[in-house]
């Protein structure tokens, strides 16, 4: 099975500043990478499909890229709303999904 | 709009049974099919089984595959997940989400807690 390795665990950005979270595929997953955020208490909401396509109402300041086993999810200019955990996920593996274990990302 | 709504929250004694529903609403429910994912406290989340919503077929996480027993009713376009003998590591918010033609979901229901008591 796939593993996926988020860093960082935790990251504290002040508001406007831009943030890079990786995520690292123990092999390739093409471009079967997904990213998602999770709010406390609320259930995950897609961000980022095929590496880097954007979901439907995703502001345009987040942004992914990446190939076969190197990912980034860049927020452009971080807001407070941001606030959350971020999640990679592989689904190359129908109709299995792997999650990384996520990067906090918090306002200084 | 596309709307997946769960259960209620459910508390359990370990080694008891517990049964999530997943109504969904707002499109065909046999064109997508459904995953279930679940997320232990301030744990990631973690994939733990699927069901075609068209088709007999399931797959369950080998980790679950003698636990889970996964089911659906067309007529209500509702998913089930049946989870037996609990422990106490099965605590957690189970969510049910719809497979996009993508492969992946931009729809999930709101979750559902399960707690067991040791």
């Known amino acids: 099975d796939i593993a996926l390795t988020q860093s960082p665990a935790t990251l504290s950005v002040s508001p406007g500043e831009r943030v890079t979270l990786s995520c690292r595929a123990s092999?390739?997953?093409?471009?079967?990478l997904a990213w998602y955020q999770q709010r406390p208490g609320q259930a995950p909401r897609l961000l980022i499909y095929?590496?880097?396509t954007r979901a439907t109402g995703v502001p345009a300041r987040f942004s992914g890229s990446g190939s076969e086993t190197e990912f980034v999810l860049t927020i452009s200019s971080l807001q407070s709303e941001d606030v959350a955990v971020y999640y990679c996920?592989?689904?190359?593996?129908?109709?299995?999904?792997?999650f990384g274990q996520g990067t906090k990302v918090q306002i200084k | 709009q596309v709307q997946l709504t769960q259960s209620g929250p459910e508390v359990r004694e370990a080694g008891a049974s517990v049964q999530v529903s997943c109504k969904a609403s707002?499109?065909?429910?046999?064109?997508?099919?459904i995953n279930w994912v679940r997320q232990a406290p301030g744990q990631r989340l973690e994939w733990v089984a699927w069901?075609?919503?068209?088709?007999?077929?399931?797959e369950i996480d080998q980790r679950f595959h003698d636990r889970i027993t996964l089911s659906k009713d067309t007529s209500t376009g509702t998913a089930y997940m049946e989870v037996k003998n609990l422990r106490s590591d099965d605590t957690a918010v189970y969510y049910c989400?719809?497979?996009?033609?993508?492969?992946?979901?931009?729809?999930w229901g709101q979750g559902t807690l399960v707690t067991v008591s040791s």
């Open positions: 707002g499109y065909t429910f046999t064109d997508y099919s």
């Open positions: 069901i075609s919503t068209a088709t007999k077929h399931t």
């Open positions: 989400a719809r497979v996009g033609s993508t492969g992946t979901s931009s729809n």
């Open positions: 095929e590496t880097s």
């Open positions: 996920q592989g689904y190359g593996e129908w109709p299995l999904w792997t």
């Open positions: 092999q390739t997953v093409a471009g079967n």
